[in-house]
T-cell receptor, first 110, second 115 residues
Framework: SQQGEEDPQALSIQEGENATMNCSYKTSINNLQWYRQNSGRGLVHLILIRSNEREKHSGRLRVTLDTSKKSSSLLITASRAADTASYFCATDYGNNRLAFGKGNQVVVIP | GAGVSQSPSNKVTEKGKDVELRCDPISGHTALYWYRQRLGQGLEFLIYFQGNSAPDKSGLPSDRFSAERTGESVSTLTIQRTQQEDSAVYLC?????????????FGQGTRLTVV
């Protein structure tokens, strides 16, 4: 069953603004990963944060992890039209297997 | 190959026919997933293979759906007696599947349309 759960809301922002989305999970994890999906095809891995990490950066992406609240957030800074996509979190519960959430649609308006 | 390959890219079939979808994972990846994604919806887990362990078939929606994987190579997802509600994109992903190496690599999916 899927336990990684993003806030199930569509986000619409202006180009240049920051976009934040959240993901919660239910039990202890080994790591949490974020993926992006364009045009309803294959997902692309963005970033992985381990359970002993609190924050990680990759380019304009910033991921935080709060294991006490069992939640993670993905921040996209200075958004661009090309960031328009669906974003998924996936949790690794330590059994070498990922559980994907339902995704969060982000629309960046030029 | 360089990535996960799925075939066909698109499939249109008549209601009641059987279809077979193919996934070629990245060489050496022990874990393989199948997901279904209906238009505008999230990922729906179907089945998970990990090495020689028994697959987790808990996501298969009905007995019309089945999947096989030979060792750590190709996987096929078969849908028998297709229905219109089976129309969706079927995504396959593979990963090394151990330790911290659980990053999933996705194929481009097979878009199935049942008419």
């Amino acid at each position: 069953s899927q336990q990684g759960e993003e806030d199930p809301q569509a986000l619409s922002i202006q180009e240049g603004e920051n976009a934040t989305m959240n993901c919660s999970y239910k039990t202890s994890i080994n790591n949490l990963q974020w993926y992006r999906q364009n045009s309803g095809r294959g997902l692309v891995h963005l970033i992985l944060i381990r359970s002993n990490e609190r924050e990680k950066h990759s380019g304009r992406l910033r991921v935080t992890l709060d294991t006490s609240k069992k939640s993670s957030s993905l921040l996209i800074t200075a958004s661009r039209a090309a960031d328009t996509a669906s974003y998924f979190c996936a949790t690794d519960y330590g059994n070498n297997r990922l559980a994907f959430g339902k995704g969060n649609q982000v629309v960046v308006i030029p | 190959g360089a990535g996960v390959s799925q075939s066909p890219s698109n499939k249109v079939t008549e209601k009641g026919k059987d279809v077979e979808l193919r996934c070629d994972p990245i060489s050496g990846h022990t874990a393989l997933y199948w997901y279904r994604q209906r238009l505008g919806q999230g990922l729906e887990f179907l089945i998970y293979f990990q090495g020689n362990s028994a697959p987790d078939k808990s996501g298969l929606p009905s007995d019309r759906f089945s999947a096989e994987r030979t060792g750590e190579s190709v996987s096929t997802l078969t849908i028998q007696r297709t229905q219109q509600e089976d129309s969706a994109v079927y995504l396959c992903a593979s990963s090394l599947g151990w330790g911290d190496r659980t990053e999933a690599f996705f194929g481009q999916g097979t878009r199935l349309t049942v008419v």
